[in-house]
């Protein structure tokens, strides 16, 4: 598949922020975390400056359109993860702040139309010159159904079925305008060429939409898609439609299948293995020395209770129930499950390789759900991602900072100089848009 001659020299890197910030679950409570992420902009602006400065790829902010586990406020008290701004709001703001990051969020297809995403994700391309990414997710709650008039989730089967019409109709509106199609002639009156705008006319089985979309061709001509997943679902639309598939991927054997699967399933799709980047997650606790790294994770982690722990991680599994197995006991044998298809059987392995019990998989998910985690200085977090993206498991990594700001800028401050220092990573932005930035093709 020419895998060789089309692996990039440089690695991609974006940095995973959503809610207050903390991708640790109890990494508010670390005496140098910001605590106020989730309505306070001046963090934000900070973030994105740390990023840039760093010169990661792209800021990119998760989404839920709920609040998970709000049936129970009782229980999850000690969740940040309840107040959040609205993420293409909170872009569209940083877009005139920043640069040269890639700015990209989640908006789920199962809560929206196709229109109104295809035109806000323009607008942010527009606002940004050219530095937009739309996380085309099926959103993955039952709360999240429930704030929009629907008793439950979808099947996850229909709900992929949905998506990937979605996508299509999104990608297809994105077309409607020409490059050229706006003259602007003060002196014909002329403002567009009618030749140059495309009806687009769709009729599926889940959207009926006329087009054209009423705004112009933005500077990508299309806003970096990204899939996230593990499912088979994922392989199959992340292959077909996305630029960048997020990941959780535990160990480099999981990533190695997942990568091959996404990247053998695109030529599959008349598509080069270039075209989708495979980005696995990855949670880093770095200092200047080993010691000092683990100082970092052992005193996040020992704030975390246990029986707490497994009940984030059954909510995690979209309500999994865990109650009747033993905390000190092997993590037990789970299958996926329509709201998680993918989730489950990675805890499980988590548990296999590491020798975990239930309720070691269900702490660690604290930190890095799961995601892999690295606990180390910069060479040995260096080593570590060297190894996966020349052994064929990531083309980069979405950062998952478990302490806000901190963790970032430990990341952009230790590993990023050391990435540079190989040859692994960007020391310049290559170019004004997320495609350029990125080494994606225009579309
Ligand atoms: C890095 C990453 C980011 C994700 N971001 C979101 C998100 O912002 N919102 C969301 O509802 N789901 C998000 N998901 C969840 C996925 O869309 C999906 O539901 C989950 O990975 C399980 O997928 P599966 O059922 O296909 O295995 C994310 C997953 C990953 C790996």
Redesign the pocket.
């Known amino acids: 598949m020419g895998e060789a001659e089309s692996k990039q020299a440089h690695m991609n890197l974006a940095v995973?922020l959503?809610a207050d910030g903390n991708y640790h679950h109890l990494g508010w409570r670390h005496p140098d975390a910001w605590v106020d992420g989730g309505s306070n902009f001046q963090r934000w602006i900070e973030f994105a400056k740390i990023a840039e400065a760093g010169k990661l790829d792209m800021l990119?902010?998760?989404?839920?359109?709920a609040i998970v586990g709000g049936d129970d406020l009782d229980a999850i008290t000690n969740s940040s993860k309840v107040n959040r701004l609205e993420p293409m709001t909170l872009l569209s703001a940083l877009a005139g702040l920043t640069k040269n990051i890639g700015l990209a969020?989640?908006a789920?297809t199962s809560y929206s139309e196709p229109y109104t995403v295809a035109r806000m994700f323009a607008s942010l391309d527009h606002i940004s010159g050219g530095r937009a990414g739309w996380?085309c997710?099926?959103?993955?709650?039952k709360e999240?159904a429930q704030n929009f008039s629907l008793e439950r989730h979808q099947a996850?089967a229909d709900r992929?079925e949905r998506a990937n019409e979605f996508a299509d109709v999104v990608m297809g509106l994105w077309d409607s305008f020409d490059a050229d199609a706006l003259l602007y002639d003060k002196a014909s009156g002329q403002f567009f060429d009618p030749s140059k705008i495309h009806t687009l006319n769709h009729k599926g089985k889940y959207f009926s939409v006329k087009g054209p979309l009423n705004a112009s061709r933005s500077p990508q001509g299309r806003p970096v898609v990204?899939?996230?997943?593990?499912?088979?679902?994922?392989v199959s639309m992340g292959s077909r439609i996305a630029d960048v598939v997020?990941?959780?991927q535990a160990d480099l054997q999981a990533a190695q299948t997942f990568y091959r699967q996404v990247k053998e399933a695109a030529v599959g799709h008349g598509r080069a293995p270039g075209d989708v980047k495979v980005?696995?997650?990855l949670s880093v606790f770095v200092g200047q020395t080993r010691e000092e790294a683990q100082a970092k994770f052992d005193a996040l982690h020992s704030m975390v209770d246990v029986a707490d722990a497994i009940r984030g991680l059954s909510l995690l599994l979209g309500g999994v129930d865990l109650s009747g197995y033993d905390p000190d006991g092997p993590m037990p044998a789970l299958e996926?499950?329509?709201?998680?298809?993918?989730?489950p059987g990675t805890f499980v392995r988590i548990g296999r390789e590491k020798n975990y019990t239930l309720g070691q998989v269900a702490v660690q998910s604290k930190a890095a759900?799961?995601?892999c985690l690295i606990v180390g200085d910069a060479k040995d977090v260096a080593d570590h991602m060297e190894h996966w993206f020349r052994e064929g498991g990531a083309d980069g990594f979405?950062l998952?900072p478990p302490i806000m700001p901190g963790s970032l800028q430990d990341f952009c401050d230790l590993v990023v100089p050391e990435l540079q220092q190989r040859g692994l990573f960007r020391t310049e932005y290559e170019g004004p848009t997320l495609r350029e930035i990125m080494g994606l093709k225009a579309p």
Request: no cysteine.
């Open positions: 995973f959503t990119f902010i998760a989404d839920q359109i969020a989640t789920a996380n997710v099926t959103g993955g709650q999240e996850h992929y990204i899939q996230a997943g593990g499912s088979d679902a994922t997020f990941t959780a980005m696995p997650g996926g499950n329509d709201l998680r298809m993918s989730g759900r799961n995601h979405n998952l």
